[in-house]
């Protein structure tokens, strides 16, 4: 079974990984949250590749690191030039962006079902 996530972590990890696949504008954290939401939302079995516990056995692969790395260093220029919220270092303002994109499959069902009460879709969010 370890096996099996290290290969499907592993060709996650290329440059076709959700999170490289949609276009990252440091200047518009918002609009790069709601494309990648979408992206996740037509690949549900992607999402939940992506958002579940990592495995004890799984070590950071190089690529991933080297895209967050680019992100973060984004995200400090902006930062920097006042385009975004300096207040919040850049590696956890992204893991929040990140973490708030990943996590509606894990919302309580009661707040899903008024979700759909409001008369949207159970699935769809936006």
Known sequence: MVAICRSICSSLSSSAAPNEAVPFDAGDLPGYAGDLFDLLDE??????LTSGPPSSDLSPSR???????????????AQAAGEVRADIPAAELLAMVLALVTRWDTASWSLKALHVQAGREAGKVR
């Open 63 to 77: 690529p991933r690191v080297e895209a967050y790395r680019a992100k973060i260093a984004a995200l400090e220029a």
């Open 43 to 48: 690949r549900p079995h992607v999402r939940r």
